[in-house]
């Protein structure tokens, strides 16, 4: 049997950045904290002792313009803290090892904005999703230190569109409205915006030419939630211009995600089996599956070897497999190892 592995499977770079950023901090902070009282910032007493080192925060990354930067007194990334715990708000990515093996050491997932409220101190972690502006706000308002590990691709539609709706334009953006990273770029617009979550949506908005004229613009400006239907958004574009709107594309599909659906659809294509690793969770594994199972009928979603479901009888000459952004290295090798020894 040939088993063949996608170059693009695995975590992509906005992702691992965030693990590895949490990583980094949980391990930091799980060293010995400084206990002396009286040491002057930065300091310990016993400055010999390789236990007593200080735990810095040395490289905590802001957005440009966001109201962190601005926080210098409360978040000196050189001010000495004790042992702090660390908080991820939200899973920083949908696979429950990887959230297992954070909090084994010791970072804890915040589940909503209300949590965060009750925060006295700690180290806050933005996700590669990123989040509206206001709770960058309700970190600096509470103390904390932030962490923004929000991707950069991400970031720059935050920008685009706290831009673009600060000068009154009008922007669309194709995604779905309950995805973290849809409701987090919502959350830095200074006027609306409007969600088109497929061409379907997009046929029942209205006609350009049943708008007020004088009041509504046919001008809009079209953004992509990083991971859409590349597809979805082109009908999407198309529909829009045929209602009349004049559209001002920004391509926001994240290339990585399109570099893994294009590579999956030809590898799934040549395969008597296919399997797609990823969290159930996972809204661009889901979209993985869905582009494999169209080109192989044989494809699983798994999100560990153990739901692998192979019959040995079947005549499988050919297996691929691919994996979400947000699997591991050590699933997907598990995965293979398994798949061409069992085989
Ligand atoms: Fe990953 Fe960032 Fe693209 S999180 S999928 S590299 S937008």
Redesign the pocket.
């Known amino acids: 049997m040939k088993v063949e592995l996608a170059k693009t499977a695995g975590f ?4 691992q950045r965030a693990v590895d950023m949490v990583l980094r901090i949980a391990e930091e902070e799980a060293a010995e904290p400084l206990k002396e009282p009286n040491c002057p910032a930065g300091y310990s007493q016993s400055q010999n002792s390789e236990r007593s080192k200080p735990t810095l925060i040395k490289e905590p990354i802001f957005p440009a313009g966001s109201p962190s930067c601005q926080n210098s007194e409360q978040q000196n990334p050189t001010l000495l803290k004790e042992r702090r715990t660390v908080y991820t708000f939200g899973p920083v990515v949908h696979n429950e090892s990887v959230i297992r093996k954070l909090s084994e050491k010791g970072v804890k997932v915040i589940g909503s904005e209300e949590e965060l409220d009750s925060l006295r101190e700690g180290i806050v972690v933005i996700r ?1 999703h990123g989040v509206p502006e206001r709770v960058y706000q309700k970190i600096r308002d509470r103390g904390l230190v932030l962490l923004d590990a929000t ?1 950069p ?2 970031q720059k539609i935050q920008r685009i569109v706290r831009e673009r709706t600060g000068r009154g334009e009008k922007v669309f953006l194709a995604g779905s409205v309950s995805h973290p990273e849809v409701q987090g770029i919502i959350g830095w617009a200074r006027g609306d915006v409007t969600v088109i979550s497929d061409p379907e949506n997009a046929k029942s908005l209205p006609d350009a030419g049943d708008l007020v004229p004088g009041e509504q613009s046919r001008d809009v400006v079209l953004l992509a939630q ?2 859409f239907n590349a597809d979805n958004f082109k009908q999407i574009i198309a529909i829009l211009e045929k209602k009349g709107y004049h559209v001002h594309v920004i391509n926001t599909i ?1 290339s ?2 399109l570099e893994r659906q294009a590579e999956a659809e030809i590898l799934a294509g040549r395969s008597d089996a296919m399997l797609v690793i990823g969290g159930s969770s996972s809204s661009n594994t889901k979209k993985l599956f869905e582009i494999c199972k169209a080109k192989c009928q044989n494809t699983q979603l798994i999100q560990t070897v153990k739901d692998l479901k192979f019959n040995s009888d079947e005549a499988i000459r050919n297996v691929g497999i691919t994996a979400g ?1 947000s699997t591991p290295k050590e699933i997907i090798e598990e995965v293979l190892t398994y798949v061409r020894t069992k085989f």
């Not at 992509?12 to 992702?15: I, K, L, Q």
């Open positions: 992509c770079f906005g992702v590669a991707c691709f991400v990083t991971t994240c990585a995600t952004a």
